[in-house]
């Protein structure tokens, strides 16, 4: 027994859980010195930590330093894609992933040129495709510009190889025509209509309409066949026949109609048909 006015461990101990527990039932007293709730500091969101080593690229495998220590020379397809996608910023390896996924659907770097705009934005986003598609069209014009400001444009071998760029591996059917001056030299291309993957119609009246609005004084005709073989059909025979009508009406000289495919899929290796060559006009 312990002396009056003195508590053993084991009781005060015991003292202090009672007072605990009453205190926690009526309420824990606020002190007068505790701090309000606009002093205390807010709590910081979530810290985010940096991927895992292993689940990042490696420095000298991102495709910004090996083009800085190789050269763009160096970088694979894929890697150039990715470059782009990045920019001045972003992730390494995110930016390889999406052009190693835009490569694949377009079986290497000439069918990603073949690819409808809708199918490169399923696969990155609208502003990556809408870089894609800048890029795309940087490489047409720098291809036709290239061959001279006014191609002369005589020939249907000379019109092939003026088209093919422009052309690349489309899906669907186009149809343009070449407006030229006295010279058979090119004044401005004009697309005319764009159809399927079968067909691409031109009225002769659109197709003199734009030659006469360039002051032409003679125009060539050309159309893409997406299967790669340039073999003309009915409506293709049929459209050439009411054009030369139309050139004779007009006194603009239809010089050519032209349709262009792909060599490997031309019976005759030429990769593409002339109507002027074959007699039809």
């Known amino acids: 027994m312990s002396a009056p006015g003195t508590f053993t461990p084991r009781e005060m101990y015991r003292a202090v859980n009672r007072k605990l527990a009453r205190e926690s039932a009526a309420g824990w007293p606020v002190r007068e010195d505790a701090p309000t709730s606009a002093e205390v500091a807010p709590v910081s969101a979530p810290a985010v930590y940096p991927l895992a080593r292993s689940q990042r690229m490696a ?41 190693g996924a835009l490569m694949l659907a377009g079986e290497g770097l000439a069918g990603i040129a073949a690819l409808q705009p809708e199918k490169i934005e399923s696969l990155l986003g609208n502003g990556r495709a809408q870089q894609i598609g800048a890029v795309l069209e940087i490489s047409r014009r720098i291809l036709v510009e290239q061959r001279g400001e006014s191609p002369l444009l005589n020939k249907a071998e000379l019109v092939a190889a003026y088209m093919l760029p422009v052309i690349g591996a489309l899906e669907i059917e186009k149809f343009w025509v070449l407006c030229l001056n006295r010279k058979s030299r090119l004044l401005r291309r004009v697309e005319i209509t764009s159809g399927t993957a079968t067909c691409a119609l031109a009225h002769p009246r659109e197709v003199f309409r734009a030659a006469i609005r360039e002051s032409a004084t003679a125009v060539v005709c050309v159309h893409n066949h997406p299967s790669g073989d340039p073999a003309p059909s009915a409506p293709d025979i049929s459209v050439t026949r009411q054009l030369r009508e139309a050139a004779k009406a007009v006194d603009i000289e239809l010089i050519d109609h032209v349709i262009v495919g792909r060599s490997g899929a031309d019976p005759l290796g030429c990769g593409y048909f002339s109507f002027r060559k074959a007699g039809m006009i």
């Open 59 to 99: 420095v000298c495998e991102r495709p910004r330093n090996r083009a800085a220590k190789a050269g763009i020379g160096a970088l694979s397809d894929t890697e150039l894609i990715a470059l782009v996608l990045q920019g001045a910023g972003g992730a390494h390896a995110a930016s390889v992933a999406k052009a």
